[in-house]
């Protein structure tokens, strides 16, 4: 084991999973990479808060009256989620991999038991069923009579990506992502079959996070706000009442508690409606916001036990607010880079005017996009506004070797099913549709190697820029790198230089070196370097870094010349 300044690293390689334990301790994770916390789960007999925190595994907190004392974080290679506890056990929905079970008797929680092969998205346990989410494939349904043996007894197709889902009774209420709420009969689990579904938008029925109360269900409808569906007839479930804050307001997760929703409202430019909304919704056909208690940084799901709440704050970490009076709820902890602590740093050629050039090329992007959502094929790479429109083509075409010249990480073996899912080809189509370009970087001259090339989009005319999609110029060609939510500069830029490296290491060996490269992920550190070295590849351990990209987490070495141009440029 190696010490580095207050953080304990124990690779447990045997097991397939790595505990980082005792980090940061006294500073409350300020300094801590929290990865994308989305869902919490606590579990009363041990007084433990569980936080799904993405590609960094699940993070462990000991509560004492709602403060948060950080255990340990699991991390096993996928993509934490969403996740329920029952009993000694908890039920993860893991993005990459599906269903996941943990043993949490003791103090460090143990795997023992992995699903390989679908999308898990949210996850209800019910009796002795585990219900997954899972995407594009629907709904699954687990037998889990025995908690470390999952049996997969039914499964169906759902109307769209089954993104959450709630059960009353015999039926399960899935959140179907843009088509609504879609409602199955489940009472022969083998056998479950589409009966009904709910919307509220003729285009759009966005749906998120499902809960459920009586003879309601709550849907976290993102855009739309809190929607209330009346389920006292499943056959025939009617909307009786929204909630929005205001026209920028995301209604993110949720609890209910006897006729109170505890909403997590995300609000990018109001901050006095960003957090926890409580809603008295005793009478569900008219909702009446109670109280509020407001912070910085996006918010995703919400865990209601006893008299607090907890709300996963994204990249932010996690909050702790006292409830037991609901009409003043207060803030009493929080675990990880607070937002309020950040400074944002915007790139300063958006603080330029638009050139006529500029102008040029934006309405060329947004006409040859159009022309290829409606069946153009368009392959391209000769310049930046040229990659992004290749990377569309590629998606809405099907067309692998596109998507491989344009986009090479999809070669690698650790990201060729993300990147190449029908659930990743869908978003990014959403995304390319909906995204609107606003500014783009212009060259006044000839392309050279490493050249990095943003791209500004928003989702309407009258958002500000939301999204950024970071093109770069590797071995003659512009490729595509990432696209990221938020666009300050010092968040997408560490992560487009990695990407670039593991872009060039993909690109210049051959097949069976970058085999190779890529079979070293997973294994010790002494051997990481002894075969590192047989590559001749020269890459300190110390300037390791997990690169993410979509629901992965990946450990590849950059050639060492691109490594320390790299370096360099960071000074």
């Not at 990018?268 to 940084?297: M, Q, W, Y």
């Not at 990659?387 to 010249?405: R, V, W």
Request: charged letters at 25%; glycine letters at 8%.
């Amino acid at each position: 084991m190696e010490r580095f300044k207050s953080i304990n690293i124990v690779i447990a390689i045997a097991l397939g999973y790595v505990v980082v334990a005792n980090a940061l301790a006294g500073d409350k994770g300020r300094n801590k990479v929290m990865g994308y916390c989305f869902d919490a789960a606590f579990h009363e007999k041990t007084n433990r808060l569980f936080v799904a925190g993405g590609v960094i595994g699940t993070h462990i907190f000991e509560v004492t009256d709602g403060k948060l004392n950080f255990v340990t974080t699991v991390f096993d290679g996928g993509y934490h989620r969403n996740l329920k506890i029952s009993g000694d056990r908890v039920y993860l929905a893991d993005g990459y991999r599906g269903l996941l079970v943990f043993d949490i008797t003791k103090k460090v929680p143990v795997t023992t038991w992995k699903q390989q092969n679908v999308s898990g998205m949210g996850i209800y346990v019910h009796d002795n069923h585990a219900y997954l989410a899972a995407g594009a494939e629907g709904l699954h349904i687990f037998d889990i009579s025995t908690p470390d043996s999952p049996e997969l007894v039914g499964k169906c197709k759902t109307n769209d990506n089954a993104w959450d889902v709630w059960v009353d009774g015999k039926y399960a209420y899935v959140a179907d992502l843009r088509k609504g709420v879609t409602v199955l009969d489940v009472s022969v689990q083998s056998q479950p079959q589409k009966v009904s579904l709910a919307t509220w938008d003729e285009s759009d029925s966005m749906a998120e996070i499902i809960r459920g109360e009586g003879k309601f269900a709550y849907v976290a409808a993102g855009r739309h706000g809190l929607v209330v569906i009346d389920v006292s007839n499943a056959l025939n479930p009617k909307v009786v009442s929204q909630y929005k804050s205001d026209p920028n307001g995301f209604a993110e997760g949720l609890c209910v508690r006897n006729g109170l929703v505890y909403l997590s409202n995300g609000n990018s430019k109001n901050k006095d409606e960003n957090g926890l909304i409580i809603i008295d919704a005793h009478d569900p056909n008219s909702l009446r916001v109670k109280s509020k208690c407001t912070f910085g940084g996006w918010v995703e799901g919400v865990c209601l036990a006893g008299d607090h709440v907890f709300i996963t704050n994204t990249q932010s970490g996690v909050r702790s607010i006292d409830v037991s009076d609901p009409n003043n709820p207060r803030l009493v902890d929080s675990f990880g880079p607070i937002e309020e602590e950040k400074q944002v740093v915007i790139d300063t050629f958006l603080e330029t005017e638009k050139s006529q050039s500029e102008r040029q090329i934006i309405d060329y992007v947004e006409k040859t996009k159009s022309e290829i959502l409606q069946g153009r094929r368009f392959n391209d790479l000769s310049t930046a506004a040229n990659a992004f429109l290749t990377l569309i083509s590629a998606y809405y075409h099907q067309d692998q070797s596109a998507l491989e010249q344009t986009l090479p990480l999809v070669k690698h073996k650790k990201l060729f099913k993300e990147l190449s899912s029908p659930e990743q080809r869908s978003r990014m189509l959403d995304f390319a549709r909906k995204s609107i370009l606003c500014r783009i970087q212009v060259g006044n001259k000839l392309s050279k190697e490493s050249d990095l090339c943003a791209i500004y989009t928003s989702t309407s005319p009258d958002k500000k820029m939301d999204q950024v999609w970071i093109v770069g110029y590797v071995e003659g060609a512009w490729r595509f790198f990432q696209r990221e939510s938020d666009i300050d500069i010092n968040k997408w830029m560490p992560i487009a230089k990695w990407v670039e490296a593991m872009t060039r290491n993909i690109l210049h060996l051959q097949q069976e070196e970058a085999k190779k490269a890529t079979d070293l992920l997973g294994i010790g550190q002494k051997t990481l370097h002894r075969k590192l070295n047989q590559n001749g590849i020269e890459w300190p351990w110390k300037k390791h870094a997990f690169i993410r990209m979509g629901k992965e987490a990946s450990l590849i070495p950059p050639p060492r010349e691109h490594e320390i141009r790299i370096w360099r440029a960071e000074k």
